[in-house]
């Protein structure tokens, strides 16, 4: 059994939300996790020759689906 190497975290914005990419190496492929950091949901897996292969798709399928995500502007303070 394979275990992972060359494991790397690192946080970034994407279309103004913070994104946490995961990669790491298994035997001769690179794999890498993008997550929107809270809740930590997945946006992405994917995979590559090399770590820029691998994390270059991952951005940028998390640009299309976070490029796409309203948000919901906070409320002010309310006047009585």
Same mark, same amino acid.
């Given at each position: 059994?394979?275990?992972p190497t060359d494991y790397q975290e690192k946080q970034l914005e994407v279309a103004g939300w913070p994104?946490? +990419?995961i990669?790491?190496? +298994?035997?001769d492929t690179f794999?890498?996790? #993008?997550?929107?950091?809270s809740p930590g949901a997945w946006l992405a897996r994917t995979?590559?020759?090399t770590r820029e292969e691998a994390e270059s798709k991952a951005?940028?399928? #998390?640009?299309? +689906? +976070?490029?796409r995500t309203r948000r919901i502007p906070? #409320?002010?303070p309310r006047s009585s």
């Open positions: 059994m394979m275990n994104v946490r +990419l990669s790491y190496r +298994l035997g794999y890498c996790r #993008a997550d929107n950091v995979t590559g020759q951005l940028e399928r #998390a640009q299309q +689906l +976070l490029s906070e #409320a002010g």
